[in-house]
């Protein structure tokens, strides 16, 4: 399986309509990939809270119908990372979408961890309520999105759901880019899963962002990392290595549900 994840650019200069469009032509370079994957609320970045409002679109408004048709043009399944999106009936969602190679919907997620404690997202975002998994023909995805990465019980519910390559779109800050390496490995080893985590590049809201989108197969090993820029990382994997290192190492198996609190003594 190939997949190419577009490490985006996401600067203030640049209008969200012309990065709309750069970035459907990227999705198109990417033809003869099996999946493409672009990061969390690349439209405006992760960080302007300003925006999300100003920006936010209807589920199929103008990125969904960029998309769809950079989906087809380029023959993918294409995990279109993030959008803020409006609900007519109820608040803004950060919201996920894929698509398979013929351009159809396949998979909406709404992100469930929303970022900021009691600012940004947190207010000003609705969160998300269900686990969503995809079956693709040779494996199936789990999503979830940037802050979601530090809570493994979502993982772990999507692993008992079937998925096997854990797809991460994420605008993660540089500050905390140590942070995001060891998690997207420690998800890939506890889950014996491939983690496909892309961020995003560039510098928005006055907050740098980390780049370094990472590939990690289900031993842990890191197959692939990008460097701090607008870059897209292609890497082949064997989604077979998910069966594989779960019956050589059987750990899952072992696993104690339903443990009790400790007693007052
Ligand atoms: O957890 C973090 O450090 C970053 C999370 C984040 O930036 C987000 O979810 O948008």
């Known amino acids: 399986m190939r997949a190419s994840l577009l490490q985006i650019a996401v600067d203030a200069g640049e209008s969200v309509e012309s990065r709309r469009r750069r970035v459907a032509s990227l999705v198109r370079e990417q033809a003869g990939a099996d999946l493409v994957v672009l990061p ?3 439209t405006t970045g992760a960080f302007a809270y300003e925006d999300f409002g100003r920006e936010a679109e209807p589920l199929e408004g103008p990125t969904y119908e960029v998309m769809a048709k950079a989906a087809s043009d ?11 999106e409006r609900d007519p009936d109820g608040p803004l969602y950060n919201t996920s979408l894929l698509f398979s190679p013929s351009g159809e919907p396949a998979a909406v997620y709404r992100k469930i961890h929303r970022f900021g404690f009691d600012k940004g997202e947190a207010v000003l975002m609705g969160a998300g309520t269900e686990l969503v998994t995809v079956r693709l023909p040779s494996t199936t995805l789990g999503l979830a999105t940037c ?14 759901a079937g998925a096997e390559t854990l797809v991460v779109p994420a605008g993660w800050p540089e500050r905390r880019r140590a942070h995001w390496t060891l998690l997207a490995q420690a ?11 892309c961020g995003t590049a560039g510098t928005h809201a006055g907050v740098p962002q980390a780049g370094h989108s990472i590939v990690v197969d289900p031993w842990g090993e890191v197959l692939a990392q990008a460097g701090p820029g607008e870059e897209v990382l292609t890497v082949e994997f064997d989604p077979a290595k998910v069966t594989a290192t779960r019956e050589q190492f059987p750990a899952l198996k072992d696993r104690v549900l339903g443990l009790e609190a400790p007693r007052r003594r």
């Open 74 to 84: 380029a023959g993918v399944w294409l995990h279109a990372g993030s959008i803020p």
């Open 40 to 42: 969390e609320l690349w």
């Open 187 to 197: 998800r890939a080893v506890e889950n014996q899963a491939f983690v496909l985590a």
């Open 147 to 160: 802050y979601d990465l530090r809570f493994p019980e979502l993982f772990r519910g999507l692993v008992d």
